[in-house]
């Protein structure tokens, strides 16, 4: 089965100024995405800090985007998760509460608090319909930041959720590419699965070969510089695990082959349980505390 076309017409005359804040603790590169023609900005998967071994939560990464924004005189417009991190915590609540905006992401989040409201028994009080969430986007939605049109595609694969999200002449491409040099995403959280994210990721490909490409993941292979940017036309030609027109059969054995070998992320556990919430904590308990789970053997992966 081919992949989706794109349900809008890309426009590359629109240039947004991307500024990128790499979290080193967890690889992740949060944007500020800026329209050059208004103040009005958008602030793409920002990341709390958070010390597992202590419980500590603290929010100097996030501190940092909101300083640069109230250093300029931005208005953010919008808060944009690709997807439910399994990696990191969200921050995004707390910038919301600094500097207002609305936060969305896909639509398709109500399978994945089904699954993980499940996994963390979390009964009919976790609400699952998104309603944590300000906007709910659909497959080719469109929405402002200031003069600029951003669209959000459905790319899932890594999860059942994802979107990558096109604006002007930029992508940020969630976790469905990593720099040509590192591939791709893995498959194999609940709800993920690699032949889908192939066809996603060929979709994310069918765009034009310049645009510009924003990561939200480097882990800097082979011992090189961490980086986030790059362009359709090397992913196409480059990227190790999609790139030289390798087939999906092809792609698919990769994936799976490889995501046996990888252990879930430190801080997996944390991170749904807040992400799944929009990034707000569990409520606090009868002695004003706030507690997160540890599923015995929740996440383990199947046996084969
Ligand atoms: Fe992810």
């Known amino acids: 089965m081919a992949h989706q076309p794109i349900p809008f017409t890309p426009n590359l005359s629109v240039k947004p100024d991307v500024v990128a804040f790499f979290d080193q603790p967890t690889n992740t590169i949060s944007y500020i995405v800026k329209d050059p023609n208004s103040l009005s900005c958008a602030v793409i998967d920002s990341v709390m ?11 100097e990464g996030a501190d940092r985007i909101i300083g640069h924004i109230e250093q300029h005189g931005w208005t953010l417009e919008w808060l944009i998760e690709t997807h439910v991190h399994a990696d990191h915590l969200s921050a995004a609540p707390y910038i919301q509460s600094r500097l207002g905006g609305k936060l969305g992401i896909g639509d398709q989040i109500c399978v994945v608090q089904d699954t993980f409201g499940k996994i963390f028994n979390e009964g009919t009080a ?5 309603s944590q969430f300000d906007r709910l986007f659909r497959d080719g939605d469109s929405y402002q930041i200031g003069t600029m049109t951003a669209h959000a595609l459905f790319t899932p694969g890594h999860t059942p959720a994802d979107m990558i999200h096109v604006i002007g002449d930029a992508v940020f491409v969630g976790d469905t590419l990593f720099m040509p040099d590192g591939g791709s995403a893995r498959a194999d959280f609940p709800g993920g699965d690699a032949r889908t994210l192939y066809r996603s990721i060929q979709r994310l490909l069918s765009l034009p070969d310049a645009m510009r490409l924003f990561m939200c ?20 030609e480059h990227n190790i695990h999609v790139g030289h027109g390798t087939t999906e059969d092809e792609f698919v054995k990769m994936r799976e082959d490889r995501d046996r070998t990888l252990s879930m992320p430190k801080l997996i556990i944390p991170s749904l349980q807040v992400n799944m919430r929009a ?9 004003g505390a706030t507690y997160l789970k540890v599923p015995i053997n929740g996440l383990t992966k199947p046996k084969e």
């Open 126 to 130: 976790f609400q699952r319909d998104g």
């Open 49 to 59: 800090d958070f010390d597992y071994a202590s419980g500590a939560i603290s929010y």
């Open 217 to 236: 993941h480097d882990y800097g292979p082979n011992g090189r510089d961490i980086q986030w940017e790059t362009t359709i036309a090397e992913q196409r």
């Open 279 to 287: 990034g707000q904590l569990p409520p606090a308990e009868d002695n």
